[in-house]
C-alpha cells in the first residue's frame, strides 16, 4: 500500500537521488522539522544507481574540488556514520594523457589541488603501466594520479541517508510525481503531484537531468539538458588486481574500473544523445570495442555481463547549477552536475542545508547560480568523462 501524501511540509525536495537525499537528511539532522521528499519511482533509479560509482577530488575548478574533497572525507566515514557500509575502493584515479595541451591543462589544474589538499600528480607513462598494468601505452605521454580517490556503491549510499533521514523523520514519498509548483504574488504555496498537493512554502529542486521542468512551473530558468551514457560490465578477468585504479583514457573519454571480478567499462558516444532515450546502442558498442582493442587490448574477447543507459544532467559550462532562485521566494536547486553529482552529494546535501537556513556554506557556492549563465563568460570544468 502506498504511503499517504502529507497535506503540508516545511519544505518539499524533488528527486530521490543522492543530492536530494543528502539535502533532506542535512536539513533534518539540523533540526528542520517536516521535511518531506517526493521521488516519482524508486529512491536512486534516476540517474544515481546508474553512474559508475566514482568518488574524487580531482577537478580543475577550486569549487569543484572542495565539493570533491569534502565529500570524500564523508564517504570514508560512511560506514561509522550511517551504519551502512558502501563498498569504498580507495584505489586511486589515473587519468592517461595522449597530447600536449591536455597535459599543459592537468599539471595546471594539480598546482590548485595541491594547493587545496589533494594529493594528486603527475607521473610518467612507465608508473602509470604499473599502476594499471592492463593498458597498451602506445601514444601516452604522462598520466595525472590520485592515489585517495576511487569508487564505491551508489545503491549502497543511496539506503544509508535514507534510512538516516527517515529515522530523523523525513518522509520520503516514492512513486510520487511532482507535476507542478504553484505560486502567488512571488511565493511558493503548493507542489502539485500525482497523488495530490503538499502545501508548502518552500521547495528543493533535486531532480537532475528533470530539472528544467520543474524549475520552469516555479518561472525559474534551469539551463538543464539530459545526455545520453552508457556503461556495460564484462564477464570475470583472470588475474584481475583488486588494486586496478580508476582509468580514464582522458582524449577518448573510455573509463574503466573494477566491479567484482570483471569490469565496468563507459565512455561516451561518437555522437550525443541528447534526450530521455536510455535504449542500447549498439554502434557505442562498436566504438567501446575499438578503443578497448587499442588501450586495453589483453582483454581480447572477454564477454559482457551487464550494461545499461542512464542521463546526464548537463549545464553550458559543465559545472553544477546551486543556489536560491531571485524570481520567486523560496525556491532552492542542486542540478546539472554534468556527470558529478553523485560524488559531490554529501558536501552538496550540506549546502543545501545551509542555504536553506541562511548560513554561511562551508564552500563557498555563491558563483554557482543559474544567473551566471546571463552575459558571463563560461568557465568549463575540463575533468568531465
Same mark, same amino acid.
Given at each position: ?259 567484482? *571480478?570483471? +569490469?565496468? =567499462? !563507459?565512455?561516451?558516444?561518437?555522437? &550525443? ?6 535504449? /542500447?546502442? #549498439? ?69 543545501? *542545508?545551509? +542555504?536553506? =537556513? !541562511?548560513?554561511?556554506?562551508?564552500? &563557498? ?6 544567473? /551566471?549563465? #546571463? ?11
Amino acid at each position: 500500500m502506498a504511503k499517504a501524501l502529507p497535506t503540508r511540509a516545511s519544505v518539499v525536495v524533488i528527486g530521490g537521488g543522492v543530492i536530494g537525499l543528502s539535502t533532506a537528511y542535512h536539513l533534518a539532522a539540523a533540526g528542520v522539522e517536516d521535511v518531506v521528499l517526493i521521488e516519482r519511482d524508486a529512491l536512486g533509479a534516476g540517474s544515481t544507481c546508474k553512474a559508475a560509482g566514482g568518488v574524487r577530488a580531482l577537478f580543475s575548478d577550486e569549487i569543484n574540488i572542495r565539493l570533491g574533497l569534502r565529500s570524500l572525507e564523508a564517504f570514508e566515514r560512511f560506514g561509522t556514520d550511517f551504519d551502512q557500509e558502501i563498498d569504498l575502493h580507495q584505489v586511486g584515479y589515473l587519468f592517461l594523457i595522449d597530447d600536449e595541451e591536455h597535459e599543459g591543462a592537468f599539471a595546471d589544474a594539480v598546482e590548485i589541488q595541491n594547493s587545496l589538499g589533494v594529493a594528486s600528480r603527475m607521473i610518467g607513462v612507465e608508473e602509470a603501466k604499473k599502476l594499471s598494468p592492463m593498458i597498451d601505452t602506445t601514444g601516452l605521454r604522462s598520466a595525472l594520479w590520485s592515489p585517495r580517490d576511487g569508487h564505491c556503491t551508489p545503491e549502497s549510499v543511496v539506503l544509508g541517508y535514507a534510512t538516516a533521514a527517515r529515522r530523523l523523520g523525513v518522509q520520503l514519498i516514492t512513486g510520487c510525481e511532482a507535476t507542478d509548483v504553484i505560486t502567488e504574488g512571488g511565493q511558493i504555496t503548493q507542489v502539485r503531484t500525482n497523488r495530490g498537493s503538499i502545501a508548502t512554502a518552500s521547495v528543493v529542486c533535486a531532480a537532475g537531468a528533470w530539472s528544467r521542468a520543474v524549475g520552469e512551473w516555479a518561472g525559474v530558468d534551469l539551463p538543464i539538458d539530459p545526455l545520453r551514457r552508457q556503461i556495460v560490465v564484462t564477464e570475470p578477468v583472470d588475474g584481475l588486481d583488486p588494486a586496478t585504479p580508476f582509468t580514464i583514457d582522458f582524449s577518448t573519454s573510455f573509463y574503466f574500473h573494477r566491479e567484482g *571480478r570483471g +569490469l565496468l =567499462l !563507459g565512455m561516451s558516444e561518437e555522437t &550525443d544523445s541528447w534526450g530521455f532515450d536510455l535504449s /542500447r546502442s #549498439s554502434d557505442w558498442l562498436e566504438a567501446l570495442a575499438g578503443v578497448m582493442e587499442r588501450r586495453l587490448p589483453g582483454l581480447g574477447e572477454i564477454g559482457l555481463q551487464s550494461g545499461w543507459a542512464g542521463l546526464y544532467e548537463m549545464t553550458p559550462d559543465h559545472n553544477a547549477v546551486i543556489g536560491e532562485a531571485p524570481e520567486v521566494s523560496r525556491f532552492l536547486y542542486a542540478t546539472g552536475f554534468s556527470g558529478h553529482g553523485f560524488l559531490m552529494g554529501p558536501a552538496v546535501g550540506e549546502v543545501m *542545508r545551509d +542555504l536553506f =537556513l !541562511g548560513t554561511t556554506p562551508g564552500v &563557498d557556492v555563491s558563483s554557482l547560480t543559474a544567473e /551566471r549563465f #546571463s552575459g558571463t563568460e563560461p568557465r568549463p570544468e575540463l575533468n568531465i568523462v
